[in-house]
């Protein structure tokens, strides 16, 4: 079994800065990709960005130049660096990953509970 853990969350001000950081435990061959998505009340899940095996990178145009993903392999770890914090970037936060839990197995999708980010004054 896998399982994702996500920390760093908490209250910051309007231009304030947060880390996030998502590690995973358990037994697996692989991690793939791992991305962090949000979720506000009453809005849909969002993607905020992906990392690849080999650090290639996407984001939400949202968060283009304030947030940074990046991972550490040896550590399974994913993290989020968000700079520039704006009330909007209120959410719930979770980490996600493509799992492959032995050689001759396929990729499955995981999620970490959520680590709560509130912006405001």
């Known amino acids: 079994q896998v399982q994702l853990v996500e920390s760093g969350g908490g209250l910051v001000q309007p231009g304030g800065s947060l880390r996030l950081s998502c590690a995973a435990s358990?037994?697996?061959?692989?991690?793939?990709?791992m991305a962090w998505y949000r979720q506000a009340p009453g809005k849909q899940r969002e993607l905020v960005a992906s990392?690849?095996?080999?650090?290639?990178?996407n984001y939400a145009d949202s968060v283009k130049g304030r947030f940074t993903i990046s991972r550490d392999n040896a550590k399974h770890t994913v993290y989020l660096q968000m700079n520039s914090l704006k009330s909007e970037d209120t959410a719930v936060y979770y980490c996600?990953?493509?799992?492959?839990?032995?050689?001759?197995?396929?990729?499955?999708?995981?999620w970490g509970q959520g680590t709560q980010v509130t912006v405001s004054s």
């Open positions: 996600n990953a493509g799992v492959q839990n032995s050689w001759s197995s396929r990729s499955m999708n995981y």
């Open positions: 990392i690849s095996r080999d650090d290639s990178t």
């Open positions: 358990g037994i697996f061959f692989r991690i793939h990709t």
